[in-house]
């Protein structure tokens, strides 16, 4: 065998002459050096598990046994970190033949970690097409609000214990179909023991619209050696006011006043001319619009340098789906505001729920630039359709430059 440089395992029983002890041979293998150790029977059991705890090491290492990655992604430079954009997913968990393609996603997250040193999930919101209807209007969608939220969890349980997930409930998240009111089963199927990664970066809460503690309304500590502290702020759908002014309140405190802030809401853009949205249409209140969100936390707010919405869209080509602008805020620094919705895409409002589309953002080592790249996994999990997996125009793929 043409020696690879990796450690194998060899186990070898024999039988050592007339009425000989039976003895097992361990042969290591390395880089073209034996390794041999003779271990009696009567100590066989203490030696054995070390053994093949070594041996399963080694065939966790070798290449032979990984899966092949058809489309594998990397980081530009190696010291950068990333965070990924999931737009809205209520299309995906509607219907429940769309509901693996959500579960590819967070699973291709899942396995790109460390690979990509992911250090946060940011999700968009609308997890679900209606929040709390038993009706089925199978024009419209084949399952039942429990069986969504249901598919939603189940796909995000692919990130628990392994990466923070950050999500901007949605109008849809509310309510009976469309935040009628304020009431959600977020808190049921999202709480904060869910996942373990939440208490490293958890660092600050506001109430919901029903009083109840959860994270509609919450505030997430990052590190980064290139870039310092980051604080990613997240707020409920349409917030109302106190929920404004406690997010510019915490962003401007003592405490968090040096860290770069990513705010998040549903929705705050509209597509292609990112307008800024008006939720006057939504029962819930009290309720603020995209232009309140810019005026009363953003804009007064110096350390906001990006934020990131969905909720608009329409079917159409890619830039249906997406919008982006960049504006001064009172300190005269550029806020970068990115809108990306995929629930249209693959189909349109019926289709497969958004084509497996996500967004890479690709914190560069200077501290200053963030490369954004729009990836399908569902197109690049295989080698006939990989050169589908990327969006290339350049509303799908730009730099931003961070003023703070």
């Excluded at 990466?163 to 949605?170: D, K, R």
């Excluded at 707020?235 to 002014?245: D, H, K, M, Q």
Aim: glycine residues 8%.
């Amino acid at each position: 065998m043409q020696d690879s440089g990796q450690a194998v395992i060899m186990i070898v029983f024999a039988r050592r002459g007339s009425g000989a002890r039976r003895r097992i041979w361990f042969g290591l293998h390395f880089e073209n050096n034996y390794l041999c150790n003779v271990i009696n029977t009567d100590s066989m059991r203490k030696h054995i598990f070390a053994f093949l705890s070594l041996g399963l090491l080694a065939v966790g290492a070798n290449p032979l046994f990984a899966q092949h990655r058809a489309d594998r992604q990397n980081l530009e430079n190696e010291d950068s970190f990333s965070m990924i954009v999931l737009g809205d997913p209520q299309t995906y968990n509607k219907y429940d033949i769309n509901q693996p393609i959500f579960e590819l996603c967070t699973a291709w997250i899942a396995d790109n970690v460390d690979h990509l040193n992911i250090k946060a999930v940011l999700c968009t919101g609308d997890l679900v097409e209606q929040n709390e209807n038993i009706k089925m209007n199978r024009k419209m969608v084949n399952q039942t609000s429990r069986e969504m939220w249901e598919a939603a969890s189940r796909s995000m349980s692919r990130l628990d214990g392994k990466v923070p997930y950050i999500i901007s409930c949605g109008n849809h998240d509310y309510g009976y179909k469309t935040a009628e009111n304020g009431r959600t089963k977020f808190p049921e199927y999202f709480p904060f023991e869910r996942n373990s990664r939440w208490r490293d970066c958890l660092v600050a809460d506001f109430p919901n619209r029903n009083g109840d503690i959860s994270m509609e309304n919450a505030a997430f500590e990052l590190h980064d050696r290139n870039w310092g502290d980051i604080l990613v702020i997240t707020t409920e759908f349409a917030p109302r006011p106190e929920v404004l002014e406690w997010a510019r309140t915490l962003a401007t405190s003592e405490k968090y006043i040096g860290h770069k802030v990513i705010a998040m809401t549903h929705s705050y853009l509209k597509h292609r001319t990112a307008e800024y949205t008006d939720n006057s249409r939504y029962k819930v209140s009290p309720q603020t619009s995209g232009k309140d969100f810019w005026d009363k936390f953003v804009s007064v707010t110096p350390n906001v340098v990006l934020v990131v919405c969905g909720h608009t869209g329409r079917p159409g080509g890619f830039e249906d789906s997406v919008a982006y602008r960049v504006d001064k805020n009172e300190a005269g620094r550029n806020v970068h505001q990115m809108m990306f919705n995929v629930q249209i895409l693959g189909g349109g409002w019926e289709g497969n729920g958004g084509d497996g589309w996500l967004r890479i953002l690709e914190f560069m080592p200077d501290g200053r630039t963030v490369k954004v790249k729009t990836y399908s996994p569902l197109f690049g999990i295989s080698p006939s359709t990989k050169h589908l997996a990327h969006r290339t125009e350049a509303c799908d793929q730009f730099d931003m430059t961070i003023d703070f």
